[in-house]
C-alpha cells in the first residue's frame, strides 16, 4: 500500500460525504492547508487540524509533518471550521 495522508473536509451542516483528498506525505500541515483550495474563506484564522482526532495547535501547523509509520497504516487530518467566525466562500 502506498503511503498517504487522506484530507478530509465537509462543509457545515450538509448531508453526504465529505470531500477526501488524498496527499503525499512529508508535507507540513500549513502546506497541506494551503493545498485544499475548497475550505472555507477564514479558516487559516479560525479553523482547526486534527490528525487521528488529536487537534494540533495553529502555531505548530508550519513544524508538525504527519507521517505513517507503517506501509498498511493512513493518517487522517481532519479540517475543522470555526461556523462562527469563518467567512463565506470566495
Given at each position: 500500500?502506498?503511503?498517504?495522508?487522506?484530507?478530509?473536509?465537509?462543509d457545515p451542516f450538509t448531508i453526504g460525504s465529505p470531500m477526501v483528498t488524498n496527499?503525499?506525505?512529508?508535507?507540513?500541515?500549513?502546506?497541506?492547508?494551503?493545498?485544499?483550495?475548497?475550505?472555507?474563506?477564514?479558516?487559516?484564522?479560525?479553523?482547526?487540524?486534527?490528525?487521528?482526532?488529536?487537534?494540533?495547535?495553529?502555531e505548530h501547523w508550519h513544524l508538525v509533518k504527519p507521517k505513517a509509520m507503517h506501509?498498511?497504516?493512513?493518517?487522517?487530518?481532519?479540517?475543522?471550521?470555526?461556523?462562527?467566525?469563518?467567512?463565506?466562500?470566495?
Amino acid at each position: 500500500m502506498k503511503l498517504t495522508i487522506s484530507a478530509i473536509y465537509r462543509d457545515p451542516f450538509t448531508i453526504g460525504s465529505p470531500m477526501v483528498t488524498n496527499l503525499p506525505p512529508g508535507l507540513r500541515l500549513s502546506k497541506l492547508f494551503e493545498r485544499l483550495s475548497h475550505l472555507p474563506k477564514g479558516s487559516a484564522e479560525s479553523g482547526e487540524i486534527r490528525i487521528d482526532d488529536h487537534p494540533v495547535p495553529r502555531e505548530h501547523w508550519h513544524l508538525v509533518k504527519p507521517k505513517a509509520m507503517h506501509a498498511n497504516e493512513q493518517i487522517h487530518v481532519i479540517f475543522h471550521a470555526n461556523i462562527f467566525s469563518v467567512g463565506a466562500k470566495p
